[in-house]
């Protein structure tokens, strides 16, 4: 399974941006796909995932300012992230796997898109 993110930037405080990561391969195998960051200095994190089924999960940091979403005819998840601060500066990755949210869960990562707020 290949991974291609795309759409980070340069934002101001208050603004939107929409990621993308769009999936290639084996993606039968594949239940969950989301989207971590980690900023400088701190751990990976879950921001949002979504399974096969729709469910989706969130961080309570930005819970009501981030959508995530899929389109399952062009393999793609997105994630709307909207009311942007400047703590959600970091790089953002899109995962796959099976297993669970966490970072030993997820079986496969895409390179890494930066996401910067500016206050």
């Known amino acids: 399974v290949q991974l291609q993110a795309s759409g980070g930037g340069l934002v101001q405080a208050g603004g939107s941006l929409r990621l993308s990561c769009a999936a290639s391969g084996s993606i039968f195998s594949i239940s969950r796909m989301g989207w971590y960051r980690q900023a400088p200095g701190k751990q990976r994190e879950l921001v949002a995932g979504?399974?096969?089924?729709?469910?989706?999960n969130y961080a309570d940091s930005v819970k009501g300012r981030f959508t995530i979403s899929r389109d399952n005819a062009k393999n793609t998840v997105y994630l709307q992230m909207n009311s942007l601060k400047p703590e959600d500066t970091a790089v953002y990755y899109c995962?796959?796997?099976?297993?669970?949210?966490?970072?030993?869960?997820?079986?496969?990562w895409g390179k890494g898109t930066q996401v910067t707020v500016s206050s």
């Open positions: 995962a796959a796997g099976v297993r669970s949210w966490s970072l030993q869960g997820m079986d496969y």
């Open positions: 979504i399974t096969s089924g729709g469910s989706t």
